[in-house]
């Protein structure tokens, strides 16, 4: 008894001297001005609402709401403030996941749940082909000015298909790529204003300079000799064929069928060796060969260089209209005279385009020019993508298989395809995309879209 | 792109060029809105798609509580039902960015990854060739690396959208009201979407008027080169601005002038531009 109650007074006694100690600490503490707001704010946060929310970061928030919008008239609404902070701001955490939780959720989930059983159902039906399956798509309004664009180039003389080629970012914008295919021959006799005797004797004199340059053996003995050969010999064409006073482009594509039919011709009677131009990857057959007598050797380069002339003709039927602003701005046709020997100097630039066509690059080219080559680049990739099995609407088109190989050839470029498959694409709806040029696509074999950088990939 | 309003946000994906087919909207709203009832999330964001050379994959990302950045969990898809929650793998090295390999497609593929010899200077400055840095990587775990690294780097919001509560928290401002024309072309009112790795003072101090609240978080003109890393381009008729980025070509992100319409999307191949400094 005694003990317990002497103990209960030491302790007391203890107490006592601690509870001082405190007061002392506690008076010393008051002293500073960061206790002083340590404690306002505890006392600030002791104030909690009904909907769990404290004074202290309610006030904060109001104060700092206020020096955000820093409104001219904040004292005559600042009641109007009070009642916004509290009511809009932040719904407290709680009030929101439970709706999370709770029925109206509940509803949009089983919704969510049957509107996925109803897709999942319709899967196996067959889906059309549409820029947005890959994702692309034009910004709005813009698909109406490119589509009146394409109507307007529709009406120009001597166009003979006009499609939406696709979409070249810049660093500042995005070239609209239209491309034209003109009507090779028809135009020309019609700019020319050529009678159609004067072509038909144009056609003969052509016809029979290369003629006379295949058959004779002793002219053609070496590879340097071939080609340089055939330069002449188109530049004869050219020089025949030109009016002193018509472009050089009206020219050659006066030479286009004319040169088209001889190299078929060519390619006809050269039949010793079976050599066949047609496939791909069948030039190879050239290099096989090369252990034959020299007059096939010679005949066979001749032909590659003639074919490559006429693929560089070919590829100038096609003219670009491009135009970083559809809506205000103009459509600019890209210069032509596009050769293999520009593409392949066209590789060293690996910029961004600048968004300003007259640009200066590195190396002395205008961007005009680079992007020029570049879309000549892109439209051969998209070419070779054709498998060689699909040979029905081979006839109709300008560019061949074989000029595609030719161009390979000729350039060494790497090319390749992949079909894209995915649950999004099946493969029945044949997407495929470009592995050299990301951003390519194609759809079939008429079907083409680029969105992309213009740079080429490849890892 | 946050699921509440990603059926209202797509047409503004269509400035950078980009959309969802009707089949993805539909299969994306419903398959995510499952996503957030089975994991509990406070909120859910559509990020893009990456390509693969075999397949792709459909990516998304979701937060926990109110905090955007705090427990964030990453997803991807390559059916748009189906969402596989993206771990952080056990080990990783920053070396995976430099891997110029496209993927593959199949999450369960294992790369194996030859960077080259490493160089190490001697003391007459004569550079010596080192071991070959080599390594396998699952595509899992790098998909995973390059996600994170894109939020990091690349994804940006108009300044205001990020609000620094009194609690500490990285919240999304629901008073956020837009920022206009003239702020809008400038880089510096972009903030990027992540944690503040700055420091405070540093980033309060870029502006003459700053708030606390706003301005705490990482302004977008810190990537190198400055005021080059972004393309930033403009819709006149509606002021939408579009900002795609150069060292992660495919990621671009759009506000409409004076309104709460932000956002940003991935579409490309998972690859950074490491030449892009040439290139400009």
Redesign the interface.
């Known amino acids: 008894m005694e003990g317990s109650f002497a103990s209960s007074e030491i302790k007391n006694s203890y107490l006592e001297g601690d509870i001082l100690q405190a007061k002392s600490q506690q008076d010393e503490k008051r002293l500073s001005i960061d206790n002083a707001l340590i404690n306002a704010r505890n006392v600030l946060l002791s104030h909690v609402g009904e909907n769990g929310d404290n004074l202290?970061?309610l006030l904060?928030?109001l104060i700092?709401?206020i020096?955000?919008e820093k409104p001219g008239n904040a004292v005559d609404l600042f009641e109007e403030y009070c009642r916004l902070v509290k009511q809009?701001?932040?719904v407290h955490?709680d009030l929101?996941?439970q709706d999370?939780?709770g029925a109206e959720?509940e509803r949009?989930?089983e919704?969510?749940?049957s509107?996925?059983r109803k897709?999942?159902s319709l899967e196996h039906l067959h889906?059309a082909p549409?820029?947005?399956?890959i994702?692309?798509?034009?910004?709005?309004?813009m698909d109406y000015f490119v589509d009146r664009q394409m109507e307007l180039l529709r009406q120009v003389d001597g166009a003979k298909h006009v499609m939406f080629w696709g979409?070249v970012?810049?660093?500042?914008?995005?070239y609209y790529v239209i491309e034209m295919e003109r009507d090779s021959f028809e135009a020309v006799q019609l700019e020319l204003q050529l009678s159609q005797e004067k072509t038909e004797i144009a056609r003969d004199v052509i016809e029979g300079l290369l003629r006379a340059t295949v058959s004779d053996d002793t002219i053609i003995s070496d590879w340097c000799g071939a080609e340089s050969m055939v330069m002449e010999m188109i530049d004869q064409i050219l020089e025949f064929a030109i009016p002193p006073d018509s472009d050089e482009q009206l020219a050659t594509a006066v030479a286009v069928p004319v040169l088209d039919r001889i190299v078929e011709e060519a390619i006809d009677e050269a039949q010793e060796p079976e050599v066949e131009l047609s496939m791909m990857g069948s030039l190879d057959v050239i290099s096989c060969n090369a252990t034959l007598a020299s007059s096939d050797l010679s005949l066979n380069q001749l032909k590659f260089a003639s074919a490559k002339a006429l693929l560089e003709v070919k590829m100038n039927v096609f003219r670009y209209y491009v135009s970083s602003d559809p809506?205000?701005g103009q459509w600019t046709e890209l210069p032509t005279g596009i050769t293999l020997d520009k593409i392949i100097n066209s590789c060293e630039i690996?910029?961004?385009f600048k968004g300003d066509l007259d640009a200066k690059l590195a190396g002395g080219f205008v961007e005009r020019d680079h992007l020029r080559a570049v879309l000549a680049r892109i439209s051969m990739d998209r070419r070779a993508c054709c498998r060689p099995s699909d040979e029905s609407t081979q006839s109709q088109r300008l560019i061949t298989e074989r000029d595609v190989a030719i161009y390979y050839k000729a350039t060494g470029f790497r090319r390749g395809w992949?079909q894209m498959?995915?649950?999004?694409i099946p493969k029945s709806a044949g997407w495929r995309?470009s592995d050299t040029w990301?951003g390519s696509y194609a759809y079939g074999k008429e079907f083409f879209i680029y969105?992309g950088?213009g740079?080429e990939g490849g890892? | 792109m946050n699921l509440d309003n990603l059926f209202d946000h797509v047409?503004y994906?269509?400035?950078a060029?980009?959309?969802?087919?009707?089949?993805?909207r539909?299969?994306l709203?419903?398959?995510l809105?499952?996503l957030?009832?089975a994991q509990?999330l406070?909120s859910v964001y559509f990020f893009g798609?990456l390509?693969g050379?075999?397949?792709?994959y459909t990516l998304a990302f979701g937060c926990q509580?109110?905090d955007l950045f705090k427990n964030r969990k990453l997803f991807y898809t390559?059916?748009?039902?189906d969402w596989f929650l993206l771990l952080e793998p056990k080990q990783w090295s920053e070396d995976w960015e430099y891997i110029?390999?496209?993927f593959q497609?199949d999450p369960a593929f294992k790369l194996e990854v030859d960077l080259g010899p490493g160089y190490t200077l001697d003391e007459d400055q004569v550079p010596i060739e080192g071991d070959r840095s080599k390594f396998w990587v699952k595509e899992q775990d790098r998909l995973w690396y390059v996600m994170t690294r894109i939020l990091h780097e690349a994804a940006l919001v108009p300044r205001?959208v990020l609000y620094h509560?009194?609690?500490g928290e990285c919240?999304v401002n629901?008073?956020f009201g837009g920022i206009d024309l003239n702020e809008s072309t400038n880089i510096v009112n972009y903030h990027h979407f992540r944690k503040p790795i700055n420091g405070a003072r540093e980033n309060l101090l870029k502006r003459a008027n700053c708030?606390?609240?706003?301005d705490v978080f990482d302004s977008a003109d810190d990537v190198t080169p400055e005021q080059k890393s972004f393309?930033v381009?403009r819709?006149?008729?509606?002021d939408v601005f579009v900002l795609?980025s150069?060292h992660w070509?495919g990621m671009s992100s759009f506000h409409r002038v004076n309104s709460n319409v932000y956002g940003f999307f991935y579409?490309g191949?998972g690859r950074k531009n490491w030449?892009m400094l040439?290139?400009?």
């Open positions: 202290f970061s904060m928030r700092s709401r020096l955000v809009g701001h932040f955490p929101k996941l999370v939780k959720h949009k989930v919704y969510a749940r509107v996925q897709v999942r889906s549409m820029w947005s399956q994702g692309f798509t034009l910004p709005p309004s979409v970012h810049t660093l500042s914008g995005s809506v205000e690996k910029r961004y992949r498959n995915n649950e999004q995309k990301p969105s950088w740079i890892c | 047409p994906m269509a400035y060029f980009r959309t969802l087919s009707t089949e993805e539909i299969k709203e419903h398959s809105r499952i957030q009832r509990r406070n798609k390509e050379i075999d397949g792709h509580g109110w390559q059916n748009l039902y110029r390999h496209p497609g205001g509560s009194t609690e919240i629901p008073f708030s606390y609240f706003l393309v381009t819709d006149r008729e509606r795609k150069l070509p579409f191949d030449d040439f290139m400009v």
